[in-house]
C-alpha cells in the first residue's frame, strides 16, 4: 500500500468513525424497553417503525391529557396501529384514541421503576425492534410539542 | 465456643438496640381497607383518594369517588360504612383539585383550591357551610391562592382553617421569584363566620430559605398540638417552628436526624426535567410530616434518607427502597430518640397515632399489588410517660 492509498484509507476510516460517533445510540434503551415490554406485556418492541409514547406517574397529568386530546383530534385515521401508548396513570376522557391506537395501561406501575430517563410525554421511535429516536414534550415548549405530535401524524 | 457466641450474641443484641437508639417496635395487628366492589375506582386512584384520621379514637377513612361523586366513609374500628351523594351539595365544583377531611366527629371539610371555596359539610343532616375566599382577600392579597392537598392538608381549629399561602404574581422560574415567595408569609388563617370574613396571613420560610437557596419544595409541613399552637417542619431544616394559638412565632427548636447532612441546592436551570427532580428527590436526605401523638403527648418528625439513584438491578428506587426514619420529640421538642423502618415494610405516608399504638402505613407498592392500604399497629418498646 503506497503512502497516498494510506493517507485515504486513514481518512476514510475518520469520517467513517465520526459518522458512526454523531449517531445516538440507543443500545441501553432498547435493551430495558425490551425487557419492560416483555415482563409486563409479552410483547416485544414492533419491528416495523412505531411510535411508542411513554408516560409514568411523574407527570403533569393534565398536560398529558392535553397532548393525546391533540393527538386524537389529528387523527383521521380510526387505525393506528403503529402508535403505542403506555401509561401508568388513569386517563379518563381519552376513549376515542384508547381505540384508535395501541393502548397499554401499565397497572402495577413498573414504567415509573425503569432507567429510561422519562420527562413527562416522552417518545420512542422505533424501527427493527430498536430505539432509533426519542423525542421529549416537557412541561414547557407547547408549542413545539403540538408540532412533535402533528409530525407522528403525519408519518404515520 | 459458648463463651464466643455469648460474646457475638452480645455484640449483635446491642447493634440491634443501638440502631433504634434503645427505642424499638413490636407489631401489633394490620388493618385493611378496601374500596367497594362495585366503586369502577382503579387501585391507583383508590390509593391517591384515601386518607385516614384517629376521630375520638377511632381509625376512620375516607375518600372520594370521582365516578360516582359521592364521599365514603369506613369507620375501620366499627366496621361502618357511609357513603354520600355530592352532587346537589357541592354543585360543579367535584373535580380532582379538591382537597377533604374530616374535621370531627360530623363535619367534612372540602376545599376547592381553584375557585377558593371552602364547604363544611355536615354528616348527620348534610347541611352545608359554604365560604368563598375569593370575596374575602382584598387589594394585593387577591393574588393568594390558599393551597391544600393530601401531603399538605388545611388546619382546621375553633372555627377557624389556615392554608399554604401561594402567590400567583410569582412565576418560580428565577431564582429573584424563588426569593421573594420565601421572603413572604407562608400561610393564610381565615375565621370562618358566615357574617364577616377574616383573614390573617402569618409564618415565614426559615432563613436559610429566605436567603435564596431552593429545594424543589415550596410547601411545608405542620401539625396542631393540644394547646392550640402549629408546629412547623421544612424539608431542608433541621430546626422545628412553633407559633402560638394567636399565630406568634414562639421559639424555634433544632430537631435534627442523625442521618441530616448539608441540604444541596436544586439547580433552577433544570426546573423543567422531572427526571431531575426525581433523582435530586431521591439522591438527597429531607425531612418529611410531623405529627403529634396527643395520646402520649410527643412528637413524631419523618426523614427520609439519601439514597443512590438506581437499586441493584439497575431500576429507579421505589418508596420501598427508600429508608426513612422517624424522630420522637417531647412536649418541650427534646430529642428522645429516633427509630430506624424498613421501608420495604412500612411507609410514612400514613402515621395515624391512636390510643393502643401508632398505625402505620404498608409501602404504595405492596398497597397497589394487593389492591387495599393496609396500616400495622405498632407500639413502640419504650414508655414515653415513664422515662419524663
Given amino acids: 500500500m503506497t503512502l497516498k492509498n494510506k493517507n485515504r484509507l486513514t481518512a476514510i476510516l475518520t469520517i467513517a468513525y465520526l459518522v458512526s460517533c454523531s449517531c445516538i445510540n440507543y443500545k441501553k434503551e432498547t435493551k430495558i424497553f425490551e425487557k419492560y415490554l416483555n415482563d409486563n406485556f409479552n410483547k416485544c418492541i414492533e419491528q416495523q417503525r412505531h411510535f411508542y409514547l411513554l408516560s409514568n406517574s411523574y407527570v403533569c397529568k393534565n398536560c398529558i391529557s392535553y397532548y393525546l386530546a391533540i393527538l386524537d383530534s389529528s387523527m383521521m385515521n380510526a387505525n393506528n396501529k403503529n402508535i403505542t401508548i403506555i401509561t401508568t396513570i388513569d386517563l379518563p376522557g381519552l376513549e376515542r384514541l384508547k381505540s384508535k391506537t395501541n393502548f397499554l395501561k401499565d397497572n402495577l406501575g413498573q414504567l415509573n421503576y425503569e432507567n429510561l430517563n422519562l420527562n413527562n410525554l416522552t417518545i420512542f421511535y422505533t424501527e427493527y425492534g430498536k430505539i432509533v429516536d426519542i423525542t421529549y414534550l416537557p412541561l414547557d415548549k407547547e408549542k413545539e410539542n403540538r408540532y412533535k405530535l402533528n409530525q407522528i401524524v403525519k408519518n404515520n | ?388
Fill in chain 2, 1 to 388: 465456643m459458648i463463651y464466643r457466641l455469648f460474646l457475638f450474641l452480645l455484640l449483635l443484641f446491642s447493634l440491634i438496640s443501638c440502631n433504634n437508639d434503645g427505642l424499638s417496635i413490636v407489631e401489633g395487628k394490620v388493618i385493611s381497607i378496601l374500596p367497594d366492589s362495585d366503586s369502577l375506582m382503579s387501585p391507583e386512584e383508590f390509593l391517591r383518594n384515601i386518607q385516614i384520621k384517629n376521630i375520638n379514637n377511632q381509625i376512620v377513612s375516607y375518600w372520594i369517588n370521582y365516578n360516582t361523586n359521592s364521599f365514603h366513609i369506613f369507620n375501620v374500628t366499627t366496621n361502618e360504612n357511609r357513603s354520600i351523594s355530592l352532587d346537589s351539595l357541592i354543585v360543579g365544583s367535584i373535580h380532582q383539585n379538591i382537597d377533604y377531611q374530616i374535621l370531627n366527629e360530623y363535619d367534612v371539610g372540602f376545599y376547592s383550591w381553584i375557585d377558593k371555596k371552602l364547604y363544611i359539610l355536615n354528616s348527620l343532616n348534610n347541611l352545608i357551610r359554604k365560604f368563598d375566599f375569593n370575596e374575602c382577600l382584598k387589594g394585593e392579597d387577591t393574588n393568594i391562592t390558599p393551597v391544600s392537598s393530601n401531603r399538605f392538608p388545611f388546619i382546621y381549629k375553633n372555627n377557624s382553617v389556615s392554608f399554604v399561602c401561594t402567590y400567583t404574581d410569582l412565576f418560580m422560574n428565577s431564582k429573584d421569584a424563588i426569593k421573594e415567595y420565601f421572603e413572604r408569609n407562608n400561610t393564610i388563617q381565615f375565621l370562618l363566620s358566615e357574617t364577616k370574613c377574616t383573614y390573617h396571613k402569618y409564618s415565614f420560610f426559615p432563613t436559610n430559605y429566605q436567603n435564596g437557596s431552593t429545594y424543589n419544595n415550596y410547601f411545608f409541613y405542620n401539625c396542631l398540638n393540644a394547646s392550640g399552637e402549629i408546629v412547623y417542619s421544612y424539608s431542608a431544616n433541621d430546626s422545628v417552628y412553633i407559633y402560638s394559638a394567636t399565630n406568634e412565632l414562639i421559639k424555634q427548636h433544632e430537631a435534627k436526624s442523625k442521618h441530616s447532612k448539608i441540604f444541596t441546592e436544586y439547580d433552577l436551570s433544570k426546573i423543567n426535567d422531572i427526571n431531575y427532580a426525581r433523582q435530586y428527590a431521591l439522591c438527597n436526605g429531607f425531612y418529611e410530616s410531623i405529627i403529634f401523638d396527643k395520646f402520649r403527648n410527643v412528637y413524631y418528625r419523618v426523614y427520609k434518607k439519601s439514597v443512590p439513584y438506581l437499586n441493584n438491578d439497575g431500576k429507579i428506587r421505589s418508596g420501598s427502597e427508600i429508608p426513612w426514619s422517624l424522630i420522637v420529640l417531647d412536649d418541650a421538642f427534646n430529642k428522645l430518640g429516633e427509630i430506624e423502618f424498613n421501608p420495604a415494610k412500612y411507609s410514612p405516608s400514613y402515621i395515624i397515632p391512636s390510643e393502643q399504638g401508632v398505625y402505620i402505613g404498608h409501602p404504595y407498592e405492596v398497597n397497589i399489588k394487593n389492591r387495599q392500604l393496609s396500616l400495622t399497629l405498632l407500639k413502640f418498646k419504650y414508655d414515653f410517660k415513664e422515662q419524663k
